[in-house]
């Protein structure tokens, strides 16, 4: 197969979303290529949702651009889904609602690895088994991009690093690009390419392993996180731009791309 990797898929340029005149993202640039792993990280009402709604069309930007490649499908996995609890549905006949071959539909089941509950009622699901069914319905149409909101929400903990490798694994054999929002900071510095930390706008973004010395990282979060999660720190010799590109001759230092930092909230 050949390696399609780096190409661009979506791309935000200086995209803000304004609600009753005040901005919830604010001037976010970001690419997301074929191949990456972009997580999104930041506190409670930082814009995180609506970032990600902007990406998948459902939310306008107040102003800058989305720029998507010609043809992309984009497969969404929502932090949870609100189930008529009254209306009996299998996991074969939610499945069916994608419109997809049952062949299709099993081996997405499969893929996520539930594929002995097709016959199960959604409703008896496990929080796991669960978020494993939304991923199965994401990966059916076999996407280039994939989006997820919180992918590990309800998992127990074994279960959310199982959970973030299927999402690798998935990543390698589809050749896709992700973005997820995760509030598991440990998870995330060892399960992403690249980190993003918004507060209205990016903070500061980069590896995992250099992002959380960045100050303005720290003031986000707190030192005692930023310090618990200094283990995963490896030397680079390099640094990053934005988008994750190597800024030739640049020393090591941690990146932030603006001036000014927000308090915590
Ligand atoms: N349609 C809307 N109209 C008005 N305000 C909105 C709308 N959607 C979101 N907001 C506000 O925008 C802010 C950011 O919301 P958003 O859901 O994007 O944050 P988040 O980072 O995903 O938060 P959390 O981590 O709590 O899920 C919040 O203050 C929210 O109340």
Redesign the pocket.
């Known amino acids: 197969m050949t390696d399609r990797r780096n190409q661009p898929l979506v791309s935000l340029d200086q995209a803000s979303v304004m609600?009753?005149g005040n901005p919830?993202?604010d001037h976010v640039s970001l690419t997301v290529n074929r191949g990456d792993i972009v997580t999104i990280i930041?506190?409670?009402?930082?814009?995180?949702?609506?970032?990600?709604?902007a990406v998948l069309g459902i939310?306008p930007l107040t102003h800058g651009t989305i720029r998507k490649a010609p043809s992309i499908q984009i497969g969404y996995v929502p932090?949870h889904l609100q189930l008529q609890p009254t209306l009996p549905l299998s996991v074969r006949r939610f499945m069916a609602l994608t419109g997809a071959p049952e062949t299709d539909t099993r081996a997405a089941l499969d893929r996520t690895g539930i594929g002995h509950l097709f016959r199960k009622s959604v409703h008896h699901l496990s929080g796991g088994e669960m978020q494993r069914l939304l991923l199965a319905r994401a990966l059916v149409r076999k996407p280039d991009l994939l989006v997820l909101?919180?992918p590990a929400q309800g998992v127990d903990i074994n279960g959310q690093a199982v959970l973030y490798d299927l999402i690798r694994a998935v990543r390698d054999e589809l050749q896709c690009g992700v973005i997820m929002?995760s509030?598991d900071l440990h998870l995330v510095m060892a399960a992403t390419d690249r980190v993003i930390c918004?507060n209205q706008h990016v903070c500061c973004s980069g590896y995992p392993a250099d992002i959380s010395h960045d100050p303005a990282f720290v003031e986000t979060f707190g030192r005692p996180v930023a310090e618990s999660l200094a283990v995963y720190h490896h030397h680079h010799t390099h640094r990053h731009d934005l988008h994750g590109d190597i800024i030739e001759g640049q020393p090591e230092t941690p990146h932030c791309e603006h001036d000014h930092h927000h308090a915590p909230s």
């Open positions: 609600f009753d919830v993202v930041g506190p409670n009402g930082a814009g995180k949702t609506t970032l990600i709604k939310q932090q909101d919180e929002i509030h918004l």
